[in-house]
């Protein structure tokens, strides 16, 4: 893929967990009763996919209301260990469709756009980052607010790699095997593994090959999509596979079952020194551990630093409003997005709450405000040691069997010759 470099802060949730899309029957036409200004009164319904930022969400909606007593608004938050995809496609099929939810961009915008309000005309579009806004551009219109630009790695615990006597970061896989092999020396568990998860596979874990391979060959996925291109016998595929491994080996125990609230309170207690995820950890760190020393190191694959030495950044996820919402409701649901992106109110929020790199240049953000992992992430970003998300360009619903095939994999089921065999066939299998 070819490597994006922001000319601020990052590149693009996730995010944590991205919503899967859903199919685009009748069934699932999602049709909502008009329920919307009663006696003046609008209620907006917000399905968010981000349980992270759950409360600070709720906290932001409050001070809106304040703001404008005539709307109130309905969240549901539900991702991390949950599958927010399900939930949300069954939002549309029993006739509950939320009138603000979030898309990942790319293929999920495709199969998503029959639901999309148009929002080109919205006063924040001009503020955006440009490539914040690819997306969820399909034929030259804009269907999706950015949420925040995110990124991760590997997050590391300062503290326990001082304690180990860790004085350089590894920047390759040979010395993340060193790093790690030193740390287990000094007792302290290296890794926390949460793969109950698929996306922590899937969608995080397997892009790095992805990037890795489309910023050697742009038309890799375009080939995969055309079948002139395969993931069996792949170095880069062959060397994430060695990744998985070293996790495994020197991680927590049962990462099976380990799903993502866990891994992330192992790492937040100190007792794992590192843990894939990104920035959106931040506030659950804070919370758990406030003041935690914590960085940045990448997912390295191979030996070669000017390759390896990069994080994997891009816009997680979109704000979309759902085109066959009440009037009110969609105005409403306007009004609030841009108000969030523009006030400063929302502003200060996004950065100082929800711990946000902003997808703004009319946002500012300090490393104070966005925490330690939000800083390095912004420098990593300045310094163009960034690869963009490619995931998001899986066709739809390879990302869950992909992660079946991973974990089986784990698990001791597959090899690994016929994992990469699997992925391929899920892949020729679902595309378009």
Not at 106 to 126: G, I, N
Not at 321 to 347: H, I, R, T
Request: hydrophobic share 40%; glycine share 10%.
């Amino acid at each position: 893929m070819a490597i994006k470099k922001y000319s601020i802060a990052a590149g693009i949730l996730s995010a944590s967990l991205l919503l899967g899309a859903c199919g685009n029957s009748d069934s699932a036409s999602g049709t909502k009763k008009d329920t919307g200004s009663k006696d003046g009164k609008v209620v907006v319904d917000i399905f968010n996919g981000k349980v992270e930022i759950a409360d600070q969400l709720k906290a932001l909606t409050d001070k809106y209301t304040k703001e404008h007593p005539e709307v109130t608004f309905n969240i549901e938050s539900v991702g991390g260990g949950a599958d927010g995809a399900a939930a949300l496609k069954a939002k549309f099929a029993s006739n509950k469709a939320p009138d603000i939810f979030g898309n990942g961009g790319y293929q999920e915008a495709q199969t998503w756009k029959d639901k999309f309000e148009d929002l080109s005309d919205q006063p924040w579009v001009k503020d955006a980052y440009p490539d914040a806004l690819k997306p969820m551009t399909i034929d030259g219109k804009v269907y999706g607010q950015p949420v925040n630009m995110e990124g991760y790695g590997f997050a590391y615990n300062k503290k326990l790699f001082a304690k180990a006597g860790i004085t350089e970061l590894p920047k390759t896989y040979s010395e993340l095997e060193a790093v790690s092999k030193k740390l287990k020396s000094a007792g302290i568990t290296p890794f926390s593994v949460g793969y109950a998860e698929w996306w922590v596979l899937a969608n995080h874990g397997l892009n790095v090959p992805f990037a890795y391979e489309q910023a050697d060959d742009e038309n890799f996925i375009a080939g995969l999509n055309e079948g002139k291109s395969k993931i069996e016998g792949n170095k880069y595929f062959e060397d994430y596979f060695k990744l998985v491994d070293l996790t495994v080996k020197y991680g927590n125990k049962n990462p099976l079952t380990t799903d993502y609230n866990t891994e992330v309170t192992q790492f937040a207690n100190g007792e794992t020194a590192m843990i894939q995820q990104g920035n959106w950890i931040q506030p659950m760190l804070d919370k758990l551990n406030p003041g935690m020393e914590v960085g940045f190191i990448p997912l390295a694959l191979t030996d070669d630093a000017a390759q390896a030495d990069k994080l994997m950044v891009d816009v997680p996820t979109n704000w979309v409003v759902y085109n066959k919402a009440p009037n009110a409701d969609k105005k409403a649901a306007k009004d609030f997005l841009n108000w969030m992106v523009s006030s400063e109110e929302g502003k200060a929020a996004l950065v100082k709450e929800f711990k946000y790199i902003p997808a703004f240049k009319t946002i500012e953000a300090k490393a104070e405000d966005i925490g330690p992992l939000g800083a390095d992430l912004q420098k990593y970003s300045q310094d163009g040691k960034t690869y963009s998300w490619q995931f998001m360009k899986y066709p739809d619903g390879a990302g869950q069997e992909f992660g079946a095939t991973l974990q089986a994999y784990v698990g001791g089921q597959k090899s690994k010759d016929e994992a990469m065999k699997a992925l391929d066939a899920t892949w020729a299998k679902l595309k378009k």
